[in-house]
């Protein structure tokens, strides 16, 4: 029997449990800022000097040394420090750079290979959606081994090329990471080894319903994301969460656990791999809210809304592929969802003014030859070529009610008047046409499918039979294959 099958068959059995699929959390905020070397030639800040003159100043490329102690940007809310190409910014050992509720941002403008290490920035009161470092979006910052902490705004915004090593992003007002650059988006980000947790302090969501700007990290429009190897914990909303023409991420031995709402939440965008991470305790406080209304929502703990594979756009991969990861006691499992009123100019997208990258403009999208291919297709985000395999999903004996669910859905189609997807097509699609795909699977606990739209909800052997065909060679306390 292969090795796949027979650990199923003890996880099923509860004879083994589910073991990480990664190493242990990033835990960088425990460890303070990293410190490091002085570089010989670097230029010495003692707390008192005026940084951002001293920045005006000397000439692209020149390194800072900030000494130990309490930085400060002077008494406006417009003090902040504007880097030059190449400028880097060390500190030694207990450098704070302090906005003291009064600046909003640390790092600004547009300038290159800026290079931020060291630091503990904090106090800094950014506007919503805006970021405290790399506020403008520059391109390649390297920003590794900080604490970025109890800021308004987000902890950094992100720019093209951006390298986001082993910092501690925590107790931020809206996110640790806002990934978004206005015009040309962002190509090329790496967010690697850093602890992410604690962040929308602010609490966004009630502030403003359904704005959609919370959480640990969000990303708008990224062509081109490795996001591997963090600790993604405890935020106010999802952990991670891709919004928009989104593409080719790489999502890798992350562990993301104890976060509100989903722990991934990827929306109109395409061609992922999620890959060898561990899910533990996400959407709890979410998906007893939606039970609490009495909503029959399959909440996701990963929650694919109108996303897919999609070769025409160039990628490392043509599918979203769910592979290795383990879930532990999270509300729910994977929810593929599309929303049959959600098209390129539909009066019901979000994200209005914004098409599908196969699709030239917005005004395209309009009767009547929306009605007809390839705009029939391609003005649509399709929930399609995804593929589920190899994963865990376990939960304890206490998940009762709208809990422990997968689901693969649509709604039926009713609005604007002139939409081609009215009715039952898009549900249709979804589940039976656009190769979406569960297999080889290890599960745990009494899970249950939604499956069509919201009015069907199957067992195992339902979901297994036809005209559902899905886990095939999975295991559900049984032998699989």
């Given amino acids: 029997m292969p090795v796949f099958l027979i650990l199923s ?77 190449g400028n880097a910014y ?22 290159r290979d800026v290079v931020i290490r060291g630091l503990t920035i904090r106090g800094f009161a950014a506007p919503l959606d805006q970021g405290v470092v790399n506020h403008d979006s520059g391109e390649h910052w390297i920003i590794e081994g900080n604490t970025i902490e109890d800021n308004r705004g987000a902890a950094m915004m992100a720019g093209p090329r951006q390298e986001i090593r082993r910092n501690c992003l925590r ?51 990224v062509d081109g994301a490795d996001v591997r190897g963090n600790w993604v914990h405890h935020n106010h909303g999802a952990g991670l969460w891709a919004d928009t023409n989104n593409n080719d991420f790489l999502i890798e031995d992350n562990v993301i656990e104890d976060n509100e709402a989903e722990a991934l939440f990827y929306e109109i965008s395409y061609n992922l791999v999620v890959r060898g991470n561990t899910f533990r305790r996400n959407t709890l406080v979410q998906g007893r809210a939606f039970a609490a209304r009495g909503d029959d929502f399959p909440v ?11 070769p025409r756009v160039r990628a490392r991969t043509s599918l979203i592929e769910i592979v290795d990861n383990v879930f532990e006691d999270n509300w729910a499992g994977i929810t593929l969802w599309e929303n049959a009123d959600r ?57 009762t009610g709208f809990c422990g669910r997968m689901a693969l859905l649509a709604n039926f189609g009713t609005y604007p008047d002139w939409s081609p997807y009215r009715g039952s097509v898009i549900s249709d699609a979804v589940t039976f046409r656009q190769e979406n795909r569960w297999y080889e699977n290890a599960y745990s606990g009494d899970w249950r499918f939604v499956v069509h739209d919201t009015s069907r909800t199957v067992g195992f052997a339902e979901w297994r039979g036809a005209p559902y065909s899905q886990d095939a060679c999975s295991s559900f306390g049984d032998g699989g294959c």
Avoid: M
């Fill in 9 to 85: 068959l003890l996880l099923a059995a509860g004879v083994v449990t589910a073991s990480p699929a990664t190493a242990a959390p990033a835990a960088v905020c425990d460890a303070g800022p990293a410190s490091p070397s002085k570089p010989d030639d670097a230029v010495v800040i003692e707390p008192g000097i005026d940084l951002s003159a001293k920045t005006r100043e000397l000439p692209a490329g020149t390194t800072f040394w900030l000494a130990g102690g309490k930085h400060t940007l002077g008494p406006d809310e417009f003090g902040q420090i504007i880097p030059k190409d």
């Fill in 300 to 310: 996701g703990t990963i929650y694919l809304s109108e996303s897919g594979g999609e």
């Fill in 343 to 399: 098209f390129c100019n539909s009066p019901a997208n979000t994200s209005s003014g914004s098409c599908t990258r196969l699709v030239p403009s917005v005004s395209s999208c309009s009767a009547p030859g929306i009605a007809s291919r390839p705009l029939y297709d391609d003005c649509r985000w399709k929930t399609q070529r995804v593929s589920v395999h190899g994963n865990r999903f376990s939960h304890g004996s206490g998940c």
């Fill in 171 to 221: 107790n931020n007002g809206q996110y640790g990471i806002n990934a978004y650059r206005a015009g040309d988006g962002i190509t090329g980000l790496l967010v690697e080894g850093n602890e992410i947790s604690g962040n929308n302090t602010d609490d966004w969501e009630q502030k403003v319903p359904g704005c959609g700007c919370s959480g640990g990290v969000k990303f708008w429009a």
């Fill in 90 to 111: 060390f500190g030694a050992p207990g450098a704070v750079l302090d906005g003291g509720g009064v600046n909003r941002y640390a790092f600004t403008q547009q300038a």
